[in-house]
């Protein structure tokens, strides 16, 4: 087969609300991102048989994520942009390639430098993955976008919840070259999104070559300048929050409560099916109440219990972190769908910015905590991001740009 099929250049096609959601294509694009995210939860998982075998500090494991993160962020939005008017179906399998190497690599490897080069390729592959699958999942849903926009992230979400206890049982005690069975996942993924991409090329043949760009709200640019950059800041206070929980929080209950790696990761198990459901509701709540009440309740309702978890004893924080993932992960598929309505056929290429965003803001998040943790302790880093869901009061400065709903 040949790599990448490009389409001639057209503008980016909205779905119609009448079409009906294709479920098995949002079923296929969700499947494929659990398995994305399922490996690259993996990394953060066997941090502290990483930290042991190389003599890694702090710093130097937040470096991992940041490489990680960076090389996941950076490249999102620029394939956004590019494939919002030339789409290249076939570049789904290809940058799940980069995955499959990563991956292996990472198996392999024997010093610090080259974690970060396998780190690193793993984070391509999550770059090319995130523009395309999102736009594939907008095109699929019969105008239920935020319906499709969740059911798609919940797919990563719950990868990353089983992440850490396949990790566990595949990895950790076992060695390294036993990350190498998580290439089977990635070549999993590159079949299916095979399938996919000539669902996507086929879909893309049968549209007009020239569509009308779909109607925006009425504001001006710098109101939408304005309304993207509050949606980013809520997306900065999310994630870099999230970043303290998966990348430290085993770092956190195994010095703070003693608990050993396999029980510590059984708590990140539990937040992160947390977020998962949070993210799978989401979605649909905002279609039917609003996606502005959405990112209230999600980021500032979280901060009250962000600010009770450093305080609290083992039974309570496991508690408060299942509630803290599930209220704040619950912002992200309304913040991307309000962010695409603000700059209607720019599908992917806000899609990217995002999702680039997120990667990028948790990779530098997680660096700079490994830092913080080196120097003042990890139990310091937690009572420094609780304030961050405050952050969340910032929804008042959001433009309305939905009809009003009844709650």
Not at 33 to 49: E, G, T
Not at 89 to 98: A, D, Q, S, T
Not at 202 to 210: E, S
Not at 379 to 392: D, E, I, N, Q, R
Request: glycine share 12%; charged share 10%; hydrophobic share 55%.
């Amino acid at each position: 087969m040949t790599f990448p099929q490009s389409v001639p250049a057209m503008p980016a096609a909205e779905p119609t609300p009448q079409a009906g959601a294709i479920l098995h294509i949002l079923g296929a694009v969700a499947f494929v991102h659990l398995l994305n995210d399922l490996v690259q939860a993996m990394l953060p998982s066997i941090y502290p048989m990483l930290k042991a075998q190389f003599g890694l500090s702090f710093t130097q494991v937040g470096l991992i994520t940041l490489t990680f993160q960076c090389t996941a962020s950076l490249l999102q939005p620029w394939i956004g942009l590019y494939t919002d008017r030339r789409p290249l179906p076939f570049l789904l399998p290809l940058g799940m390639c980069f995955s499959l190497a990563g991956v292996l690599m990472l198996a392999l490897v024997g010093s610090f430098p080259a974690l970060l080069v396998a780190a690193g390729l793993i984070g391509v592959g999550s770059s090319t993955f995130h523009p395309e699958a999102s736009r594939v999942a907008r095109l699929a849903s019969g105008g239920r976008y935020g319906f499709a926009q969740s059911l798609f992230q919940v797919g990563g979400n719950v990868g990353s919840a089983f992440g850490p206890l396949l990790a566990a049982g595949v990895i950790i005690g076992r060695g390294q070259g036993n990350i190498a069975w998580f290439g089977l996942l990635s070549a999993l993924a590159i079949a299916v999104l095979y399938r996919v991409s000539h669902w996507y090329r086929g879909h893309l043949a049968g549209l007009p070559r020239k569509a009308a760009a779909p109607a925006g709200p009425a504001l001006s640019r710098g109101r939408v300048a304005g309304a993207l950059g509050v949606l980013a800041l809520l997306v900065f206070s999310k994630y870099i929050y999230m970043a303290s929980l998966s990348s430290y929080y085993t770092f956190y209950l195994i010095d703070k409560f003693g608990l050993s790696v396999g029980s510590a990761q059984l708590y990140l198990f539990l937040f992160l099916a947390a977020v998962a459901g949070g993210t799978f509701l989401g979605g649909p709540i905002g279609d039917r109440v609003g996606r502005k009440r959405v990112i209230w309740i999600s980021i500032l309702g979280a901060a009250p219990f962000t600010l009770m978890l450093p305080y609290v004893d083992l039974f309570w924080t496991g508690v408060l972190t299942v509630v803290i993932g599930f209220v704040i992960s619950s912002a992200f598929s309304a913040i991307v769908v309000f962010a695409q309505e603000l700059v209607p056929g720019k599908v992917g290429m806000i899609a990217g910015v995002f999702f680039g965003l997120m990667f990028g803001v948790s990779g530098i998040g997680a660096a700079s905590m490994g830092h913080i943790a080196d120097v003042a302790g990890i139990a310091y880093v937690y009572k420094l991001c609780s304030f961050l869901p405050l952050l969340g009061v910032l929804t008042v400065l959001l433009p309305q740009i939905e009809a009003p709903r009844k709650m």
